[in-house]
């Protein structure tokens, strides 16, 4: 799998971007620390997440590359995912659809920067009830 982050993508998400940081994509199905709450309305939502880059995540077991290095996601998710994905900027209503050949995996990727120990703003150990 690769994932192509535009140009127009590339700028808008530059000042999350450092070598003192990596990526996870997170596919928000209820499990881990970033998505305890699951999607009710199962609708597809993923999530950009910007960590330590020492910090590791047990659940984010895999990764693939894309033009901004390599992005960790939980393995068992691979079927939410194509082989030839992009991110793009849309200006014009400022979200960031994630797309593939076939067609729009989600209208917007939630963009959340947890780096320098910000991790206290997760989902972890909230509950919710749909």
């Known amino acids: 799998m690769y994932l192509t982050f535009t140009n127009e993508a590339k700028q808008r ?3 999350y971007v450092d070598d003192s940081k990596k990526m996870l ?12 709450i699951g ?8 999530k950009l997440i910007f960590v330590d880059k020492d910090r590791n995540f047990k659940d984010f077991d895999a990764h693939f590359d894309s033009n901004l290095g390599p992005i960790y996601y939980k393995g ?23 797309t593939t050949p076939k067609g729009t995996l989600t209208d917007d990727i939630e963009v959340v920067d947890l780096s320098n120990g910000n991790y206290e703003s997760t ?3 909230q509950t919710h009830d749909c």
């Open 13 to 15: 998400l530059a000042r």
């Open 25 to 36: 994509m997170d596919y928000d199905d209820g499990v881990g620390p970033f998505s305890a």
């Open 39 to 46: 999607n009710c309305s199962l609708d597809d939502n993923f």
């Open 76 to 98: 068992y998710t691979k079927p939410q995912f194509d082989e030839q994905m992009a991110v793009r900027f849309n200006p014009n209503v400022f979200t960031m659809p994630l």
């Open 123 to 125: 989902t972890m150990n």
